[in-house]
């Protein structure tokens, strides 16, 4: 998995980066919030230890940029001074934690094991949306009713067609899914419900 370091003060971005090195990791840093923002893959899993007061634009500035794109990065604030009020913005935005500088090694190794999950999480989130944009109107209204509960002959009297065409529909939606049972489907829906 990418893990990705983000701050406008290269002794610091040298310092995470021969300390993620020194854990096993490879790194990638920036020291320019636009740049990294414009050369990021918007589908690749990845973690980013990002600095909170950058002067061009700000921690949570990007972090809340990384939501509206929906990109499967997992953040992990860095900041030079603990700020609560910040922290718990970030929190909310949906860091995976706050930490001070300089890190400490086992305690960004906890951190960064849950970013890593929350990054696949998020990634199969993304697959997810990915798959659902693939369906017509049709076809999501249809596993919007099954994911219900709703049988075939019940969706049917509710949009007023023929089972067969429940049928169809919920048969064409479960490949453009890549659902191949009942249970894959719901999964499926389940992520993209976020």
């Known amino acids: 998995m990418h893990i990705y370091l983000l701050d406008d003060d290269p002794k610091v971005l040298a310092a995470n980066g021969f300390l993620l090195k020194a854990m096993g990791h490879d790194s990638q ?3 320019e919030p636009a740049r990294f923002l414009d050369e990021l893959d918007d589908d690749a899993e990845a973690v980013l230890l990002l600095d909170l007061a950058m002067p061009e634009l700000d921690g949570l500035e990007v972090l809340a940029e990384l ?7 997992a953040v992990i604030l860095l900041t030079g001074h603990g700020d609560v009020p910040q922290a718990v913005e ?3 935005l949906g860091a ?4 001070e500088k300089p890190v400490d090694a086992r305690r960004l190794a906890d951190v960064l094991a849950r970013a890593q999950q929350q990054a696949r999480e998020l990634g199969a989130q ?3 949306r990915q ?5 017509s109107a049709r076809e999501h209204e249809v596993v919007s009713l099954v994911a219900q509960g709703l049988t075939n002959k019940a969706i049917a009297e509710s949009l007023c067609v023929a089972v067969r065409t429940v049928e ?3 048969a064409s939606a479960m490949n453009k899914l890549e659902a191949a049972n009942m249970a894959e489907l719901l999964h499926c829906w389940q992520l993209y419900q976020g």
């Open 29 to 31: 840093g920036w020291s």
């Open 96 to 99: 995976v934690d706050f930490l």
């Open 131 to 135: 798959r659902f944009a693939r369906l």
């Open 67 to 73: 939501g509206r794109r929906q990109c499967p990065v």
């Open 168 to 170: 169809v529909h919920r």
């Open 126 to 128: 993304s697959q997810a």
């Open 90 to 92: 970030a929190m909310k």
